[in-house]
């Protein structure tokens, strides 16, 4: 057996680990370090190459978000650096919504000396791999110092492999001037297509069905497979709901064929499925539900098949049969069988909702039907604002898969920043932030580094002085008030004036459209206000 001598082993040549780091990211296409430093993180930043470029949030939830929305929108794992403990620890909200996303996230965290860590000293991470669980794919701290770039190379591996998420590393605060060999990033190539088998199998039961119906989930738009599911739905006659608390666009909203959006509870999803013989759950959960319920899952007398890629969500699928596979290949491969022939007649076309009169005051659902006449074609919709997510629904039809972003978890504070993240990975395109005055608050200083950037995107904070989806969720308890649920004082446009960021307010329907339209044409970051009934 050949033993590789001393000379073999260091052919490589050595360097710091900062730098060996800074190249292995540069072979990954991470130049953008997303960051709120503490003194445990600075040794990484030292002498930082003039090709990176570091994007200050003010606060940590803040740079997990702009994070999370920088890799949907470019497709690549992000880069964070936190500081160690408490700094990881505000990110926590955020990260469990990057989870949620499978979005492909790298954090690190600094730790104090390895020469300290027996001695409890302030400001370090007492079992830092244990923070984060369970919504990292993979969590470590390098034995050594000259580990650190294997580590990190791993670490992008694992987030960018599908279910994709965020992984995590915490590095000792002297490991970046040790030295380590250069370490070149090596290339995974990912496909994961369903078994010729299965795929004729699905067909099969597919044409023996007399009124399939598709539920259509985000795996569609992360795996790039809506075109492939249009072109499904229209070969076999389906109609095609959207799961349950989607956060993409994965059917164009105005497709004869969309029949809507699925409710998060047992009962009205059971009975919006009736009359269907073969339900295929295509990138979706079966079924992501939000209150308790009874009964059957899927109508009597219905079958299930899911895809999708993540097999711990088909492992708790409990009705059907399930493929893990990628939605893309799947679905291509479906559509190339010679199959798919059964004559079905045409579905009705979902009723749309009535044109409101332009007078008084503004409502949100006046507020999404100004905005769908006045966006551009192209421009991307980042949206937290969860009571007005049905008015939203029903007047702003989003057509693209990259045309939607919203977070998967229900958490707040995350849309404000994810946007900010989707605006630099996207300057060639209008980004719209449309946020609720209550989930505003959760990370409001993410408008500075907005300003800061210059970013030309527009924030739209809808304002009804309340909590108002925990409002109407308190009422299935049967609570007429709800605690703590109301701040009717909050000034968005001062605060955003505060942090650099040009603003305007409207509360009158007959200024609402010439408002949006000067917002919408600003080539600067703008915020509107709008104050809703």
């Not at 360097?15 to 503490?38: C, E």
């Not at 580590?151 to 987030?159: E, Q, S, V």
């Not at 949100?364 to 006045?374: C, E, N, P, W």
């Not at 005055?437 to 580094?449: C, E, F, K, P, R």
Request: with cysteine.
């Amino acid at each position: 057996m050949f033993e590789p001598t001393r000379a073999h082993a260091d052919e490589r040549p050595t360097l710091l680990v900062r730098d060996a780091v800074f190249d292995l990211l540069r072979s990954l296409g991470i130049t953008t370090i997303f960051g709120n430093p503490g003194s445990t993180e600075l040794p990484f930043l030292k002498n930082m190459p003039a090709d990176f470029r570091y994007v200050l949030g003010l606060q940590e939830c803040v740079v997990m978000g702009m994070a999370d929305g920088h890799a949907q929108g470019t497709g690549n794992a992000s880069l964070v650096n936190l500081h160690s403990a408490a700094g990881l620890g505000h990110a926590l909200g955020n990260m469990f919504t990057a989870w949620k996303n499978q979005t492909p996230i790298i954090v690190t965290a600094g730790q104090q000396a390895r020469s300290l860590l027996q001695l409890d000293p302030f400001l370090f991470a007492a079992s830092p791999t244990d923070f984060p669980k369970p919504y990292v794919k993979w969590a470590c701290e390098p034995a050594r110092a000259e580990d650190v770039p294997a580590a990190l190379m791993r670490a992008y591996a694992i987030a960018m492999q599908p279910p994709r998420g965020p992984v995590f590393v915490s590095i000792p605060i002297d490991d970046w001037e040790q030295t380590t060999t250069s370490f070149a990033a090596h290339d995974i190539t990912q496909a994961r297509g369903a078994e010729p088998a299965a795929i004729a199998r699905l067909a099969e039961r597919i044409d023996a069905a007399t009124r399939p119906v598709i539920v259509a989930g985000d795996d569609i738009s992360r795996d790039g497979a809506m075109d492939a599911l249009v072109a499904l739905a229209e070969r076999i006659n389906a109609q095609v709901w959207v799961s349950p608390m989607s956060g993409r666009c994965n059917f164009p909203e105005s497709h004869r064929l969309f029949a809507g959006f699925l409710a998060a509870a047992r009962e009205k999803i059971t009975a919006d499925l009736t009359g269907h013989d073969l339900i295929l759950a295509l990138g979706a959960p079966v079924f992501t539900y939000h209150i308790e319920g009874a009964g059957p899952m899927i109508p009597p007398g219905s079958d299930l098949i899911q895809l999708v890629n993540n097999p711990d969500i088909a492992a708790w699928a409990q009705v059907g049969s399930s493929i893990v596979t990628d939605l893309r290949l799947a679905l291509e491969a479906l559509l190339a069988l010679p199959t798919l022939t059964t004559p079905r007649p045409v579905p009705s076309p979902r009723k749309p909702a009535p044109v409101l009169p332009t007078t008084g005051g503004i409502t949100d659902k006046l507020f999404y039907q100004t905005l769908a006449r006045l966006r551009p074609a192209d421009s991307i919709i980042c949206e937290e604002a969860p009571s007005s997510r049905p008015a939203m629904h029903d007047y702003l039809p989003i057509e693209h898969s990259d045309g939607f972003f919203a977070g998967a978890s229900g958490g707040l504070g995350h849309g404000l920043p994810a946007s900010i993240g989707m605006a630099m990975a996207k300057p060639d395109r209008k980004v719209i932030a449309i946020i609720g005055d209550g989930s505003a608050m959760y990370a409001i200083q993410a408008l500075w580094t907005a300003a800061h950037l210059k970013l030309p995107m527009t924030v739209i904070i809808l304002k009804n002085g309340a909590y108002e989806a925990l409002m109407r969720f308190g009422r299935l308890f049967g609570m007429q008030q709800v605690p703590g649920a109301h701040f009717p004082d909050l000034d968005f446009c001062a605060l955003a004036q505060g942090q650099s960021f040009e603003a305007l307010r409207v509360d009158k329907a007959e200024e609402l459209e010439e408002t949006l339209r000067a917002a919408l044409a600003a080539p600067f970051p703008t915020l509107v206000e709008v104050i809703t009934d």
